[in-house]
């Protein structure tokens, strides 16, 4: 009975001291959502679970092996064991018992990571190789930047136009897949105010690892006031219109401004010029050619370029859109 007591003394202080010390370590980024802390609650609860099953493999291990050491003059054998049925329940129902007690704590933080708040403000996400663009309907701009409202539920509705990208913030610690031709969803509520990034969680090409855009989570009133801001700030000359939808939508990393050969035709002198498709045939870059390859790409592809790359913007920008971009690229001769 003293052998047992001592041990489980032991296995209390080394389940703190291993937990604190797990703890110390600094293994999670900042907790800046919501999700965050349910998550981070739940990661605690597993950091104990570790630490307890730590302890008590080596609590006994090791005072086995200091306190029951063969001792100078001992040579017999140790005592023959055949089995222990008290041992063998007990070590099956307390972990089972244990993993559905877990599974119920998951199913908890599950539930409340995908608890949908009516008032949520909704963002479109949509991501492409490789750019994110962020559509805010309700106020009807774009960024490639992501402003949030702090303490708000943001419903981020989120769309790939080639392949599989994944939205990942480690601070708000969700995660979740964009798939093309469907449309996933993420509820994030940010609780601290500052400044983040948005990191491509899934291997989609050359340039993954710099598919990154900037997150700032500010008040509610900081928020409105860039709202008023951006709404008034859209350019309402075409040509610069055009220009900052390009940079907002990602062209600039397949069709340079400068002549250069990108993974598309360059847009310098591209208006009104001699275009060869790859059928052979030849057609003029006129304002019905842009609109199309913007439009519905796959139909005209240049020769020499890949017909799998130029998403189709259809969806993602309306008519106006489509006509600054063409009027910017028409201002590029
Ligand atoms: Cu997009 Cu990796």
Redesign the pocket.
Known sequence: MKHYVIVAILIILGTILVHNGLGSLGLLPRQASLQAVSIDSLFNIHLWFISFLFSLIVGFLAYSLVVFRRRKGETGDGVYITGNNTLEILWTIIPLATVIFIAYLGGQSLADILRIDPSAMVVKVI?GQ?FWKFQYPDYGFSTDKLYLPANKQIDLQMTSLDVI?SFWVPEFRVKQDLVPGRTTDLRITPIMVGEYKVR?A???GDK?AY?EAAVYVISQDDFDKWAAQQKASAPADPVLRGEQLAQQNGCANCHSTDGSKGRGPTWRRLADSKVTLSDGSTVTADQTYLTNSISNPKSQIVSGFSANIMPNFANVLDQTEVAALVAYIQSLK
């Open positions: 991501a490789w990208h491509c899934e291997l989609c993954h598919m």
